[in-house]
């Protein structure tokens, strides 16, 4: 074992020498980056097992809970249960490695220009496209300039929006975008109005790189009426189409040209089934991995005592009591304090989540870079604080009646929350029980999820129970910054901090993390302080599956969890 | 008799037009947009403005309902959001396999349910009797998914009897004859859920009307001239007390394309039912419409149809 470990390092040493010869080439460019390993053959070796274990072939069937509109063109449009099968299919520039850093993927290195606006990708040479077509530049031209066309009605207008060159295409007074340069067949440079972290890491890795060869000769605006390319997509991930059966599964086989090898399971299947009979399926051998909602012990021991292994992953989320805070009995500070007060999180984390999570005081994850390490307050649950926090506040706590006055008027709150998550559904009757401790009354209002979404951009809302992403690369301008507050943005609690405003902004002009670090520690301290929402908890998401099948790296920056390094998947013996 | 239909077909039309604005309003003036469930959060909102203005979105009731009606009279009925596929399309996909669930489960239930409800009543009070209205009374209390729970639990899993859910086995590439056992395989714990839940009040309904019917005085006539109680049942008895049945036959028939919602879903069936909860949960407006549509036509049809089978089985019923 120490063998292989010491080999692991070699690689890892040799391919990080390797990558810097490749980036320092240009003696311009001033800050070099690479990405840390190529293929990141180092964790493969670490978890290695002996080759002759591995056995080729098999088939990994996944139980999707929703079926697949089948529009398999990942600039087009964004629907998750069709990006699924997408993040095997495609591949963007660069990808996120397990430990959350930019790493080669279509390109084996760039680098940023001194002004840090112009990204140089050298592209990994010899990527062939499913269909045998040599992947170049001109692909990754295309599929930009395809994102910046007036016709274009999918979900990267953004990205697109922040190369420069865009405006001048967009009004036609171009051909081509200025902004996005092929230097060679295996180089394109893509140059961005402003700096702009989060478009950076969206030029990156969130645009997939879709062939020229297929696309080029229709026209954009009917691109997505193109039935038969849309549902025969051609990539150059780990994974190809090979039968797509609308309403049932989406079938893919092994990319026999894949530029990392040719994965070692056959067929990857996503498959339509029921939440309620899955856990009976993965059983009884009819699929191989499942996402698991609920991490009850007696459930967990059953998929135990069946050889079943059951991983975690924690996405870049938090689950969150949100507050309105341009409501006159919310916008005090000190109200949002006695909530968290009020509210015994650890049991939510011991008794609802049966313990698979974390207590959240910030948005981000404990093991997030701009986690603060310290110098947080962890509200730990004391509802003689919450009411005295309240009473400072200017509310009244009248004991004899277990209630709450403000202003003469016992305080009432209505409290969101959405069905069909069952978590959420136990949170919302804990949470009016445990405000009701500290006298202040909660109406419960369920709804469906998107009719509870409009109330909370209309405003329309007190309190509502949600789980809230991340911004890319840590940004927390969307959500917490005061011009965004809806209709201009996704700051739904309507949060407004100067501070914030500031930092917000500021921390998108730096690209390292580095640099970024500090601010968005601050951000998180003053969030922590202020507490727009107040954070409950983050999430551990079970996956269920097959204990013979190895090598599954779960991420969270992968929507399914699953999708990294497909090829590396096998079947023991 | 003609006039009479013609006039039924021709009062469908205001009908249709009405259910048609109903169903529009009522979809429409619900909270949500079909991209707030399915796109990714941090997408900016002018994006999803810009997204929705191109489906029209953001256009007045009326005007979206004048544009949609004036498509539908052509026969276009849309085309889905999130399929970005022809609305006739998804359902002309689904509607076969609601079809083969539905019809399938509604002539089993009918065929075996009629003759033991009409047993059950020529021997009232018998063993049989009880035997058959507990088993009726299981059926008809129990819901949908929790009964097509336990099949799973018990002919699936441990007896492994039945693949779980699905229409065919996932990557076996079966075709001709092999992919029709297969299939075949796959409906048969829907079926069974289905026409075991139905049956129960085909039982019971067939039963009390025939009992009903024994009451009557024509049969006490029948009984007294001496005609073999053979001939009394089935000669005088059971013509009169199939009405109410047929009553809930066509009922039924009327819903036998929406599919049964949770039992599809159960099994993960790729049918109707699925589909047009999905769609109201997506906000797939014209498949949501186009859908429900298509159910209130069959509706309108299949009590159309009652109305006529009343004639043909009760001389006295005269449609003038």
């Not at chain 1, 060159?165 to 007074?173: I, M, Q, R, S, T």
């Not at chain 1, 009020?342 to 959240?360: K, N, P, Q, S, W």
């Not at chain 2, 309902?65 to 009279?73: D, E, V």
């Amino acid at each position: 074992m120490k063998r292989i470990w010491t080999m692991g390092m070699l690689f890892l040493i040799m391919a990080v020498v390797m990558m810097g010869c490749t980036g320092t080439t240009d003696p311009k460019e001033a800050q070099v980056v690479t990405p840390e390993a190529p293929a990141a053959e180092a964790p493969a070796a670490v978890e290695s097992t002996p080759e002759s274990a591995i056995k080729e072939g098999g088939v990994v069937r996944y139980a999707a809970f929703g079926t697949a509109p089948g529009l398999f063109n990942p600039v087009l449009q964004s629907n998750s249960f069709d990006v699924y099968e997408m993040e095997v299919m495609f591949e963007g520039l660069l990808r996120k490695s397990m430990t959350n850093e930019l790493e080669a993927c279509l390109a084996e290195s760039f680098s940023v220009s001194e002004d840090k606006r112009t990204l140089t990708f050298k592209l990994r040479e010899n990527v062939k496209w499913h269909d045998g077509e040599p992947f170049t530049a001109e692909d990754v031209k295309f599929t930009f300039e395809f994102i910046c066309h007036p016709d274009y009605a999918g979900p990267y207008s953004a990205v697109a929006k922040a190369i420069s060159g865009y405006d001048e295409y967009f009004e036609g007074k171009a051909d081509h975008v200025s902004g996005i340069e092929v230097i060679d067949p295996n180089t394109v440079s893509i140059t961005t109005k402003e700096v702009d972290a989060t478009m950076t890491e969206k030029i990156c890795t969130s645009i997939l790189i879709t062939p020229k060869h297929i696309w080029e000769s229709v026209p954009v605006k009917q691109a997505l009426e193109q039935t038969e390319l849309l549902r025969n997509p051609v990539g150059t991930g780990p994974f190809k189409i090979s039968k797509f059966v609308p309403d049932q599964y989406v079938e893919m086989v092994a990319n026999d040209l894949y530029w990392n090898g040719r994965p070692h399971v056959d067929k990857y299947i996503v498959q339509v089934a029921n939440p309620e009979t899955a856990q009976t399926q993965i059983i009884n051998n009819e699929v191989e991995m499942l996402a698991v909602k609920q991490m009850n012990p007696d459930d967990l021991d059953y998929y135990k005592s069946a050889g079943v292994f059951v991983d975690t992953i924690s996405f870049d989320a938090a689950m969150n009591l949100g507050v309105n805070n341009s409501n006159e009995l919310l916008k005090d500070k000190r109200v949002r304090q006695a909530f968290a007060y009020a509210i015994d999180r650890e049991a939510i984390v011991r008794d609802i989540l049966y313990g698979y999570g974390t207590v959240a005081n910030v948005p981000y994850k404990p093991d997030f870079w701009a986690n603060p390490e310290d110098g947080l307050n962890a509200y730990t649950y004391n509802p003689q604080k919450a009411i005295e926090l309240l009473e400072e506040a200017g509310w009244q706590y009248k004991a004899d009646e277990k209630q709450m006055y403000k202003d003469g008027k016992p305080v009432k709150l209505s409290l969101k929350y959405y069905s069909g998550n069952k978590q959420v559904e136990s949170i919302a009757p804990f949470i009016q029980q445990a405000l009701k401790e500290v006298g202040v009354q909660i109406d419960l209002q369920i709804s469906e999820y998107s009719t509870m979404l409009a109330d909370m951009k209309s405003g329309d809302f007190e309190l509502y129970i949600a789980a809230h992403k991340n911004g890319v690369a840590g940004d927390m301008k969307s959500q917490y910054n005061s011009a965004f507050t809806p209709p201009n943005g996704t700051n739904y609690s309507r949060f407004s901090n100067s501070r914030v405003d500031e930092l917000s902004e500021q921390g998108l002009r730096l690209l390292s993390t580095d640099e970024r670090k500090p601010i968005y520690v601050e951000i998180a301290k003053i969030l922590n302080e202020e507490l727009p929402i107040v954070y409950l908890y983050h999430w551990h998401q079970g996956m269920a599956m097959n204990s013979k099948l190895k090598n599954v790296q779960l991420t969270p920056n992968s929507m399914l969890g699953i999708n990294y390094q497909t090829e590396k998947w096998y079947f023991e013996e | 008799m003609y006039k009479y239909i013609i006039r039924r077909l021709l009062l469908m039309i205001p009908v249709l037009i009405g259910v048609s604005i109903i169903i529009f309003s009522l979809i429409h003036m619900a909270p949500g947009d079909p991209y707030s469930a399915m796109i990714d959060p941090n997408t900016p909102t002018e994006e999803i403005e810009n997204m929705l203005r191109n489906i029209g979105y953001y256009d007045s009731l009326p005007v979206k309902y004048t544009k949609w009606i004036s498509r539908a009279l052509t026969g276009d009925l849309g085309f889905s959001i999130r399929y970005q596929e022809p609305v006739v399309n998804i359902i002309g996909r689904r509607i076969g396999n609601t079809l083969l669930l539905s019809v399938l489960s509604l002539t089993l239930s009918v065929v075996i349910a009629v003759p033991l409800g009409v047993i059950s009543a020529t021997k009232q009070y018998s063993k049989f009797d009880y035997i058959a209205t507990i088993f009726a009374f299981i059926g008809m209390s129990l819901p949908a998914f929790f009964f097509a729970l336990l099949m799973i639990k018990f002919l699936a899993f441990d007896l492994k009897l039945f693949p779980i859910s699905g229409m065919q086995t996932i990557g076996s590439g079966y075709t001709g004859i092999r992919l029709v056992l297969d299939v075949m395989h796959h409906m048969m714990l829907p079926v069974i859920v289905l026409s075991l839940l139905q049956m129960a009040s085909f039982m019971r309904y067939s039963r009390s009307s025939v009992l009903e019917v024994f009451k009557q005085d024509y049969i006490r006539t029948a009984r007294a001239k001496g005609l073999s109680e053979r001939l009394v049942i089935y000669r005088h008895a059971l013509r009169n007390a199939l009405i109410p049945v047929i009553t809930l036959l066509s009922s039924s028939l009327g819903f036998i394309l929406s599919g049964a919602i949770l039992t599809e879903t159960v099994f993960s069936w790729p049918g109707m039912g699925t589909l047009i909860y999905q769609s109201i949960l997506n906000r797939d407006y014209p498949l949501v419409i186009a859908s429900t549509m298509l159910l209130s036509i069959c509706v309108l049809f299949a009590n159309l149809l009652a109305d006529i089978l009343y004639a043909v089985a009760d001389p006295r019923i005269k449609y003038n």
